[in-house]
Nanobody
Framework: QVQLVESGGGLVQPGGSLRLSCAASRSIYSINAMGWYRQAPGKQRELVAAITSGGSANYADSVKGRFTISRDNAKKTVYLQMNSLKPEDTAVYYC???????????????WGQGTQVTVSS
């Protein structure tokens, strides 16, 4: 059973920083794209940032210049460095990975359990 384990959420003041981590574990053959999504109360889940296995990244317009996504392929981990946080960044952040588990014939989407990020004074 593939697991995506997230960490790093919490409460931070406006203008502060947080770093989210997501580690993929158990029986993984390869990982293609990885990314972070978020969902605020009453809103749809939206893409925040994504990164390919080769390191190419794309971002939502609302976080460009403030957030940085990166990955460590050897550790099967993706990170999201969030700087200059705003109250509107408050949401549950979900890790996503398009990967192939051992023994599978194709890649599938997997999701983490979500981590709460609250930006408030």
């Amino acid at each position: 059973q593939v697991q995506l384990v997230e960490s790093g959420g919490g409460l931070v003041q406006p203008g502060g920083s947080l770093r989210l981590s997501c580690a993929a574990s158990r029986s993984i053959y390869s990982i293609n794209a990885m990314g972070w999504y978020r969902q605020a109360p009453g809103k749809q889940r939206e893409l925040v940032a994504a990164i390919t296995s080769g390191g190419s990244a794309n971002y939502a317009d609302s976080v460009k210049g403030r957030f940085t996504i990166s990955r460590d392929n050897a550790k099967k981990t993706v990170y999201l460095q969030m700087n200059s946080l705003k109250p509107e960044d408050t949401a549950v952040y979900y890790c996503n990975a398009f990967l192939r588990r051992l023994g599978a014939m194709q890649d599938y989407d997997y999701w983490g359990q979500g981590t709460q990020v609250t930006v408030s004074s």
